[in-house]
């Protein structure tokens, strides 16, 4: 059983930065890929970004790209998502995910956390 905390959403104006943090339990944290997804108000859940087991290796979506960063730090079992030049547009509930079996699905998640960005 793996748990997902997240933490440090927030409101900011746009053009601001946050720094998402998402606690993980589980003795093989550095065993999961992890991931960052999104659901705004009366839209789906959308992938944000998403990072390899050692952390070499990231992904994003098109929309975040070169604005928000994934990285991980296996012996404290964290991921966090830095999110630079926030705008409106990314307001939503940020979710923190775990793939736990290497199956490219994510079996865990976390509760969420809100980000509001006011313009």
């Known amino acids: 059983q793996v748990q997902l905390v997240e933490s440090g959403g927030g409101l900011v104006q746009a053009g601001g930065s946050l720094r998402l943090s998402c606690a993980a339990t589980?003795?093989?944290?550095?065993?999961?890929?992890m991931g960052w997804f999104r659901q705004a108000p009366g839209k789906e859940r959308e992938f944000v970004a998403a990072i390899s087991r050692s952390g070499s290796n990231t992904n994003y979506a098109d929309s975040v790209k070169g604005r928000f960063t994934i990285f991980r730090d296996n012996a404290k079992n964290m991921v966090y998502l830095q999110m630079n030049s926030l705008k409106p547009e990314d307001t939503a509930v940020y979710y923190c995910?775990?793939?736990?079996?290497?199956?490219?699905?994510?079996?865990?998640w976390g509760q969420g956390t809100q980000v509001t960005v006011s313009s």
């Open positions: 589980g003795r093989t944290f550095s065993s999961y890929r």
């Open positions: 995910a775990a793939d736990t079996k290497g199956s490219n699905d994510y079996d865990y």
